[in-house]
C-alpha cells in the first residue's frame, strides 16, 4: 500500500530545478506532483512519479544524491474538512506526520495527499479501520 | 629495498663525520663565490673557519624564502654559470618564484635520492611507473623520472591531467607505481570507478605521493579505492625538488637523506632549535648541492624529528608526515587553525569523502569558518531535520577538535573543483 517517493537533494541555485526537470523529460518520466522543502542553503525535491525506479537511476546516473522512501498517498474528500477527518484520525492515534503535500486529480473526483509518517505499517492499519482509501502504485502509473 | 645501503643504514657517529666535513666545505664555498652569503655571514659575525662540526650549524645565518625572491634569478649561484645544465623554478603564484640551477652532479645527486625515494616502495628494474606529476618547470615530473631512470623502471612520462587516458595507459601498459599528488590519485580513483575499473584487477602496487600535505584517513581512502599502498615523499624547489624525503613501506615517518640535506627543527618565533621530538619548523641545509646551494631555509612547513630506528633497517633520521604549515596556517578569531587538522577530523567521520573546502570569511569584524562538503548517500534523507542534524554532528566533532565553531554547509557531488595538481583547500576572503 505504500508508494514510492524520490527525494533529491538540490543547492539553491538559479537554474538547478529546470536541469532535473529536464533531465526526467528527456527520460520520458511523468511527475504526478512534486514538492519542495528548502532552506537557505538547501532544497530537497520531493516527488512522486510514474516509473521510481528510472527515476533514481537516471538522477544517480547524473551525479544527483537521490533516494528512495516509502509514502502513504490517501484520497480525501475534495470539499470542506476532507483533510481535517483525516488528521483528527492520525491525532487520536497517536500517528506523527514528518510532511505532507497534495494535489488533485483530472480523474478522480478525490484530492490525493501524500503523507510521509515513520510508523506506516499503523497508519495504514488504522487508514484501513476507518475505510480511507489508500492509492496504490498502480493507480498512480495510470491515472 | 634499501638503494643506498652504505649511506641510507650508516651509523649515526660515521654519518656525522660526513655532514661535518660536507658542511664546512660548503660553507667555504658559499663565503668565496656567494656575495649574498658573503655579507649575511659577516653580518652574522660567523667565518668560514667556525664551522668545523655539523654542531656548528646553528652559528649560521637563515635563508628565508624573502631572501630566495630578493636574489632572484640567479643571486645564489655558486658556480659559473656555464656549469648549470637545467633549472626549475617553483610557481611564483604567490609572489617571485624560487629558482633551483643544477649542474651536472646536481642532476646525479637528484637521481639519487630520488632512486632512493622509489626503492622505499619496492620500485625496481621490473617496475612500470606510471609519472603523473606535472612535467616542466615544475620539479615533481623529471625528478620521479631521474629517480626511475636511474633504477631501470619503465617510466611512462604522461605528466598530469588527461584523466582518462590516464586510466587507459595504467591498463594497456601495466602501470605498478603511481606518482602524482594525493588529490589527484583520488580523481584518478573516482573517475575510473565510474567507468567501471576494478582496481584490485589492475598491477597497480604502490603509489608515491607528495606535493601537498594529506592526512592519514585521505590515505586509507586512496588505499582502498586504488588498491595499492600509498606512500608519502617530500620536497621542495628550494632545496632540490621531491626526493629530500620519503616513506617507507612501514609508513611511519619519512627518511630524510640527511648525508645530502640536514634536518633541524626551531621554534618558529624565535629561531631557537627545538630537540628531537618537538614540534616546530623545518630547516633544511643543502650539504653536497653545487648549482644552488642553500644555507638553513626555513621551509615554513611544521613537523618534528624521530630519532629512533625505524623497521626497514634505514637509519636515517625521520619526519613526522607534516603536521601544517606556517603560512597556511589560519588564524580564525584569534585560534590557529591547520587545514590538515579539518581535514583529519572530517575524514575520520563515516559518510564523509575527502571533498572540501575552507572558507573564511569576515562580516562585521567577525570572522567566520565555513566548510563545504559533498552530500553522500548516506548523509542525504528526504527530510530537512536528518540533513541538519548530519551537518550539526560535523560541526560538533570539528570544534570538539579545532576549538572554533566552523559553520558546515553541504553541497552537490562533483560541486568541489576537482584538482589535477594541488588541491585549493582553502578561500580566504578577508580583506586583512
Redesign the interface.
Known sequence: MKIKQISVFLENKIGRLAEVTKLLADAGINIRTLSLAETAEFGILRLIVNDPGTCLKVLKDHNFVAQETDVIAVEVLDKPGGLNRILEIFHKKDINIEYMYAFVEKKVDNAIVVFRIDNARKAIAVLQDHNIAIVSDDVLKNI | MIWNNEYEAMQPDKLRAVQSARLSELVALLYKNVPFYQEKMDAFGVRPSDIKDIKDIVKLPFTTKDDMREVYPLGLLAVAKEEIVEIHTSSGTTGKPVVDAYTHKDIEIWSEVMARTLAMGDTNKNDTVQNAYGYGLFTGGLGVHYGARKIGANVIPISGGNTKRQLQIMQDFDSTVLTCTPSYSLLLAEIGKADGIDFSKLPLRVGLFGAEPWSDSMRKEIEADLQLKALDIYGLTEIIGPGVSSECLQQDGLHIFEDHFYPEIIDPATGRVLPDGQRGELVFTTLSKEGTPILRYRTRDITYLIREKCGCGRTQVRMHRLLGRTDDMLIVRGVNVFPSQVEEVLLKIEDVKPHYQILVDRKDRLDSIEIQIE???NL?????KN??ANEKRIEEALYSTLNIHAQV???????IPRSEGKARRVIDKRQL
Open positions: 552530500m553522500t548517500e542525504f534523507s528526504d527530510e530537512i540533513i541538519s554547509k553541504l553541497v552537490e557531488p562533483q560541486s
